[in-house]
């Protein structure tokens, strides 16, 4: 059984997800929201902070399932080399990577019914 604190991280990762998305419709796009400084600032708080709460699951069932590597390491970058950050790099990471992440995370809270 996985404990109520994973369930919570995976749920706040999903919400972070989807509020990256919400700002990104807003915005019309990923490209004009990462040219919009309250966007870009939107986008890698939310993506440090899904980061952040997904590097704290404990199960080793879930941690396996997830890209963990990638999605910390990112965290680290927007969090400690903020003026270093490669746009192209985050484009890339919200055009491909989250839709992966969020079928996973759903598939995951989906299949374990949590």
């Given at each position: 059984?996985?404990e109520?604190g ?12 989807e509020d ?5 419709d ?7 929201a990462?040219?919009?400084?309250e ?6 708080m ?14 080793d069932e879930?941690r ?19 003026e ?14 989250l ?10 809270i989906?299949?374990?019914?949590l």
């Amino acid at each position: 059984m996985f404990e109520k604190g994973d369930v919570a991280r995976l749920e706040f990762a999903l919400m972070m997800i989807e509020d990256i998305e919400a700002v990104i419709d807003r915005h019309g796009g990923i490209e004009k929201a990462l040219d919009d400084f309250e966007g870009i600032h939107a986008i890698l708080m939310c993506l440090m902070q899904a980061g952040e709460s997904l590097n704290k699951i404990k199960d080793d069932e879930i941690r396996q399932q997830l890209p963990l590597a990638g999605i910390y390491g990112l965290r680290n970058v927007i969090a400690h080399d903020y003026e270093g950050i490669n746009l192209k790099q985050i484009q890339e990471t919200l055009r491909t990577h989250l839709p992966q992440l969020k079928m996973k995370i759903s598939r995951i809270i989906e299949t374990k019914g949590l």
